[in-house]
């Protein structure tokens, strides 16, 4: 399933001479003080281009979760900067935040997250609407049929399979047209075969869209759809490897693992 070319929009939403999505520039995050500090994010430095799809990969407590968190805006780093599609968002005040991440940024979950009570079509349009923004039924049927659901509008999540419900998140996602995508195991409740679905509508959105999608998985066939796989490890991002299949992946990883003794729970990140 191939989703319609948005080349033009892409662009147009290019600030000028601004090629870079997502930018850390010396970020760190602590939790907590003195002899109890974790060293969460360890420095990060590195700038995703736009229209890139990248994975981040490793150990349980190697700060993955923190990392998609200050990069989103979700949580603030103790130090350095983040920008997203050019704009600094480090010292931005909560309402403004807020407004950026519903307008600017999309977000895809491994429990989906849907509401229960409204249709297909209001999940995908709540975006728009918590946004302050008239919701645009045309545009939630174009995202809808880009996901192949374009039959199910009327239908609520209940009715839905979890794939079926993973590719509302998804349309829900590409709505406003955002910046980023921000994907944390977006298939860790799903067969494989469906897995394979909706990891192929997030590289038909990159490959289709010009989308620039980042994700964090555990899993190294997932990892495969990214152009590039970030490895991190105590905070730190400590290798990648680009257009990786699999096996690869999966080698780095088992391999990173027998190095690595995590210094917290993946849970406090």
Known sequence: M??????????????????????????????????????????????????SFTAVMGPSGSGKSTFLQCAAGLDRPSAGTVRLGGTEITGMGENKLTELRRTRLGFVFQAFNLLPSLTVEQNVLLPLRLAGQRP?????????????LDDKARRRPGELSGGQQQRVAIARALVTRPDVVFADEPTGALDTTTAAEVLGLLRSAVDGLGATVVMVTHDPVAAAYADRVLFLADGRITDHLERGDAQQIAARMAALTRRVTPVYEEAAA
């Open 2 to 51: 191939a989703l319609r070319r948005g080349k033009d929009r892409a662009e147009a939403a290019a600030p000028e001479g601004g090629r870079l999505a997502v930018e850390l520039r010396g970020v760190t995050r602590t939790y907590g003080r003195g002899r109890g500090t974790v060293h969460a994010l360890r420095g990060i430095e590195l700038g995703l281009e736009r229209g």
């Open 136 to 148: 645009d039924r045309r545009r939630a049927a174009e995202v809808l049929a880009q996901v192949g």
